[in-house]
Structure formats: structure tokens, C-alpha cells
């Protein structure tokens, strides 16, 4: 058999297909989630709080000094 038959064959494997759509929908599904948070439930919450800008809100549970080393990237 050559190469493309091969390939052929195990795309159209139930379990490839299966696959790839699972993974188109999960991508749809991300950004609807995206979109719900962003457009509804993050402005009442804006409004409550007092502030939009939620990146930079921040609650200090205690206060802590790290060295260099304990920092991971």
C-alpha cells in the first residue's frame, strides 16, 4: 500500500473523525463560554464592584517575600 492510501484509510477511521469534530466543538464551545462571561456576567459584577478593570483587582491574603529561585516560569 502507498503512503497516501495508508493515510487515507486512518483518517477515515470512525475515531479520527470522532476526534476532530469533538475538538471543532470544543473550540465553539470556548468562545461562546468566552462571550458569556465577557458580555454578561462580567458587567453586572463591574457594575457592583466598582471597577472594570479586573486584571489589576487583587485581594493580599497574606504578605509574602519570595528569593529569586522560588519563582517558576
Known sequence: MS????LKEFLMRGNVVD???GIVI???FGKIVTSFVNDILMPPIA???GDSKFAEL????KEAVMSGADVVA
Open 3 to 6: 503512503f497516501r492510501t495508508e
Open 19 to 21: 476526534m476532530a469534530v
Open 26 to 28: 470544543g473550540a465553539a
Open 47 to 49: 457594575m457592583l464592584v
Open 58 to 61: 487583587k485581594v493580599v491574603l
